[in-house]
């Protein structure tokens, strides 16, 4: 490198701020050490491989989703033009596999993501403050919690029509209890650590410590919890299009395509199969780089592996 | 005679609970001046750590503090309004805690964490606004170009950490309990702080370190002239290093002032059981010499000594509250009806009928402290 002229004016700046920003981050150091953890790798490459090609999926099929321009009921490898067959309308299950990743992945991701921050939010305030806040936070998220969701999907559909957000607002207020739950048990815990006190001591605010320091320190199980309910998400999402409130009724997501096979899982298998698959290896795959995430967080465990 | 750094008077702490009142500090009242190392000293459940933790008012809702004044740099911190006191606490006093291994945050580097302190105390251009301070959490952690990783970094030298650079990129559970007790320090230094309050700071290392610890502690002082209060239950740590020391039993002062006129004329029993305690190099004793019996309750405390269910000397007066009573030198308090003018021929008789008191005040316990 050194004998390399080093590079000048604004461009050095933004070179050097770039490479500081490389070698202090400590989210990217995280993120390395997943890479040497050999369920990371898996799952990475399971994770990342399903969502290029669902986020390629125009360039990558090789016919329309909706196009109905083949023989119904072809089974898998029987011909080149359907590498994985064709459904019952003689549509291109492949291609539809792929696009319906694209919905089935935004909803899975996007859905328990907004449970994780808003009942993570609300669970770490509950458990830091106690008493009366407390009381009064966990008992909506009780509320919330009592309320079945699936009365709840019925009403906001009705109301506000199928679409994607809608069918994540569904999901996400049915989560919400879940990441509450776990964030204030965790707080319960650690709020009695003697760091805690540390931290009042050098005359940090709540904010500052809720955020700043009582979190860090419960990422893992928030990721652990993240990563199942993911997956959770994609068949809840199934069971919604299959009861007529999810995404509208063109578009084909991996849930939908288990239902419409259903009715001939005795005659075409690959039907319900198939989309089955790709939940699996996603949640899987989601599953194993979730663990890894969780373990290099974890600072402790890492070391004593 | 410039003003005293922090002056406590007859400061009293009680937590309510199931079974009744608790007061874990009973009318205690003392002065710490600038620069001096000042030690209290009893055995668990005393209450030297909620007096510690009442200064800074750090304990639970429960409880609840009362004092005639609690001065601090000449301003009253039992009217002072929250945000006051996050403010002293931040910058004038300074805590370290008993525990090393529990009192770092497992999960930021030690480096981050002393950084924090210093951006927060403000001695660095540098700011600490929530999300920037979010972000340097999650995301991109202190740069080791900014001034205040760079005073990290001096200060973990300063207090003694081989390779500070390096030390400082390291998580607590990756240093060993020494080390994470000077990074305790050093945090505790970052603020620049007037009074350091220790509490027991020593317990959980064992001796080299412990001594290791005591001398920068006393180089710290030498440095910047903070004033120390150092809580520990080990006499011979006090003689060590503090000035003046508070001997505490069952949440109230036993005996106060300067630690030579202490240590070698004890006066209360209890301090005297104490001193006996401690190993000495002169021993011919097989067994030390073990206080029988434990602290008592401190809920709904019968008025008296607390001291005369495990005392030698007991008599009838001691169901009675004892007043304080001044010694020869004019830097030494007891409280102990033996030393009641009124009871000059008790204690008498009780001395020649022991003897263990005469013999422990003349036989110096030099040698014997840790060294």
């Known amino acids: ?305 | 005679m410039t003003e005293p750094i922090l002056e406590v008077k007859n400061l009293t702490t009680s937590f309510s609970t199931d079974e009744g009142e608790l007061i874990a500090v009973d009318d205690v009242s003392f002065t710490i001046d600038r620069g001096e190392i000042f030690g209290i000293v009893g055995e668990s459940g005393s209450g030297k750590s909620v007096t510690a933790l009442s200064i800074l008012q750090l304990i639970d809702s429960t409880g609840q503090i009362d004092a005639d004044e609690i001065l601090f740099d000449g301003e009253d911190l039992l009217s002072a309004s929250d945000e006051e006191i996050r403010q002293i606490r931040g910058s004038k006093m300074g805590m370290i805690f008993q525990n090393p291994s529990t009192s770092l945050n497992p999960v930021l580097t030690v480096g981050e964490q002393i950084a924090e302190v210093v951006r927060h105390h403000g001695d660095v251009d540098e700011s600490d606004s929530f999300w920037r301070e979010m972000g340097r959490k999650y995301v991109t952690g202190t740069s080791t170009q900014s001034p205040s990783w760079k005073r990290a970094v001096s200060l973990l030298e300063k207090v003694g950490i081989p390779a500070p650079e390096e030390r400082a990129k390291d998580y607590p559970h990756q240093l060993s309990g020494g080390m994470k007790q000077r990074a305790m320090i050093a945090q505790a230094l970052a603020a620049d702080p007037e009074l350091i309050i220790a509490d027991e700071p020593t317990t959980a290392l064992d001796v080299t370190i412990e001594a290791q610890i005591l001398a920068e502690l006393e180089n710290l002082r030498e440095e910047f002239d903070v004033s120390i209060i150092f809580i520990t239950h080990d006499l011979g740590v006090i003689r060590e290093i503090c000035d003046n020391v508070t001997v505490m039993y069952a949440g109230e002062v036993m005996e106060a002032g300067d630690v030579r006129t202490i240590i070698e004329d004890p006066w209360h029993p209890y301090t005297q059981d104490l001193i006996a305690c401690i190993p000495r190099l002169s021993d011919d004793r097989e067994w030390l010499t073990v206080s029988e019996g434990n602290v008592p309750s401190l809920v709904n405390k019968e008025p008296g000594c607390p001291y005369r269910y495990r005392c030698d000397y007991e008599f009838g007066e001691c169901t009675t509250e004892s007043e304080k009573f001044a010694g020869s030198s004019a830097n030494h308090q007891v409280k102990c009806h033996l030393h009641d003018p009124e009871h000059d021929e008790q204690l008498a008789t009780m001395e020649r009928e022991s003897g263990l008191y005469d013999s422990q005040s003349t036989d110096s316990i030099d040698g014997g402290v840790s060294q």
């Open chain 1, 1 to 305: 490198m050194s004998h390399e002229k080093p590079p000048t004016g604004r461009f050095q700046g933004v070179v050097q701020y770039t490479q500081t920003v490389w070698n202090d981050s400590i989210a990217l150091d995280r993120i390395r050490e997943t890479t040497t953890h050999r369920k990371g790798q898996l799952g990475f490459l399971t994770v990342v491989g399903i969502a290029l090609l669902a986020v390629f999926a125009p360039i990558v099929a090789p016919h329309d989703p909706q196009a109905i321009d083949g023989t119904p009921f072809i089974a898998p490898g029987m011909t080149g033009e359907h590498i994985l067959g064709t459904d019952s309308y003689g549509r291109d299950i492949f291609s539809r596999l792929l696009y319906g990743g694209r919905i089935s992945l935004v909803i899975g991701i996007g859905a328990t993501g907004v449970a994780a921050v808003v009942g993570t939010i609300i669970g770490v305030i509950s458990g830091y403050y106690g008493g009366l806040v407390d009381d009064v936070l966990m008992r909506f998220i009780d509320a919330l919690w009592a309320l079945p969701w699936l009365v709840l999907a019925i009403l906001i559909i009705s109301i506000f029509g199928r679409s994607i957000t809608n069918v994540i607002l569904i999901i996400s207020i049915a989560y919400i209890d879940d990441f509450a739950r776990i964030g204030r048990g965790e707080v319960l815990a650690i709020r009695e650590e003697e760091y805690i006190l540390a931290a009042k001591n050098i005359g940090l605010g709540d904010l500052s410590i809720m955020s700043g320091t009582v979190l860090p320190n419960m990422v893992g199980p928030i990721i652990v919890q993240f990563t199942i309910f993911t997956a959770r998400a994609i068949l809840v999402e199934s069971a919604l299009s299959f009861l007529g409130l999810g995404v509208s009724p063109a578009t084909p997501t991996w849930g939908m395509m288990l239902g419409d096979g259903r009715d001939y899982i005795m005659d075409a298998w690959h039907i319900a199969i198939l989309p089955g698959l790709a939940i699996v290896i996603t949640t899987l795959g989601i599953n194993l780089y979730g663990d890894a995430l969780r373990d290099s967080f974890d600072v402790k465990q890492t070391r004593e592996d």
